[in-house]
C-alpha cells in the first residue's frame, strides 16, 4: 500500500485559486533568488581568476589580409593581422595562436571593433582563450562576436565563433540578400528559423517586431 502524506492543514482550508496563485508567488520567488544569486553572488562557476584584456577601438581593414600581408612570415614567427591575435600572443598562447589569428581576422575585416580578450589560469598554451568583439562596418550595421579556442589532443586547436546582427528588413529579405548560401533548412523549434550552408555554419533567424530580424551565425573550426 503506498502511503500518503497529509496536505498542509493551511492549503487544505484554501481554495484551489489560492493554491495556484500561492504556488506561482512561490516560482516568482525562487526565480527572484536565483537571479540575484547569479548576478550578484554567483559571479563566475569557478573561482579561478582569469586574465582579461581589453583593446581599444582599432580602425577596419577593408580586406582580410592587406598587400602586406600576402608575404610569408619568417620562419617560426606567426603573422598577426589584429589587435586579439596580438594579445594572445603576448599572453603565450602557440598551439592556438594559428587559429585564433584566422577566426579573429574573419570576425574583425571590414570592421571598426573593440575587443575583450579573455584566458584561463592556466598557462595560455594550456587554456581556453576567448575573444568578444563589437564592431561595426563602413554602413553602420553595427554587430557583436564571440569566439573560443581552445587546445584539444594531439596539439591541435578547436575554436568555434557567433556574430549576432540586427536587421531592420524582415528574416526573407535578409537571407535573401545576403545569406543566399544557406539554402537547406533545419527544424529548431518554433522561436527562430534555422538554415545551413552544409558546410557547417548555421543561420538562426528571430523575427522582431513587424519588419525585424536577429540573424545569429555559428561555425566551428578544427
Known amino acids: 500500500m503506498t502511503a500518503r502524506e497529509q496536505i498542509h492543514p493551511v492549503l487544505v482550508s484554501r481554495p484551489p485559486r489560492f493554491l495556484v496563485g500561492s504556488a506561482m508567488a512561490a516560482v516568482a520567488l525562487a526565480a527572484v533568488a536565483f537571479g540575484y544569486y547569479v548576478l550578484a553572488v554567483g559571479e563566475s562557476v569557478v573561482g579561478a581568476t582569469e586574465a582579461v584584456a581589453q583593446t581599444p577601438l582599432a580602425d577596419p581593414r577593408s580586406e582580410r589580409f592587406?598587400?602586406?600581408?600576402?608575404?610569408?612570415?619568417?620562419?617560426?614567427?606567426?603573422?598577426?593581422?589584429?589587435?586579439?591575435?596580438?594579445q594572445a600572443a603576448e599572453w603565450g598562447a602557440g598551439t592556438c595562436l594559428a587559429q585564433i589569428g584566422q577566426v579573429s581576422d574573419f570576425l574583425?575585416?571590414?570592421?571598426?571593433?573593440?575587443?575583450l580578450s579573455r584566458k584561463g589560469p592556466a598557462s595560455a598554451d594550456e587554456s581556453m582563450f576567448s575573444a568578444t568583439i563589437a564592431g561595426a562596418d563602413k554602413n553602420g550595421l553595427a554587430s557583436v562576436s564571440s569566439?573560443?579556442?581552445?587546445?584539444?589532443?594531439?596539439?591541435?586547436?578547436?575554436?568555434?565563433?557567433?556574430?549576432?546582427?540586427?536587421?531592420?528588413?524582415s528574416c526573407a529579405e535578409v537571407r535573401e540578400a545576403r545569406f543566399q548560401s544557406f539554402a537547406s533548412k533545419v527544424e529548431l523549434g518554433k522561436a527562430a528559423e534555422s538554415w545551413t550552408d552544409?558546410?557547417?555554419?548555421?543561420?538562426?533567424?528571430?523575427?522582431?517586431?513587424?519588419?525585424?530580424?536577429v540573424v545569429v551565425k555559428t561555425e566551428m573550426v578544427f
Open 66 to 86: 592587406a598587400a602586406n600581408d600576402g608575404a610569408k612570415a619568417p620562419a617560426g614567427k606567426q603573422e598577426l593581422h589584429n589587435t586579439i591575435s596580438r
Open 147 to 169: 569566439f573560443v579556442s581552445a587546445p584539444v589532443a594531439g596539439g591541435k586547436c578547436n575554436s568555434t565563433y557567433q556574430t549576432v546582427v540586427a536587421f531592420p528588413d
Open 108 to 115: 574583425t575585416t571590414g570592421q571598426s571593433y573593440a575587443a
Open 198 to 213: 552544409g558546410k557547417g555554419a548555421y543561420l538562426h533567424m528571430l523575427t522582431v517586431g513587424d519588419r525585424g530580424c
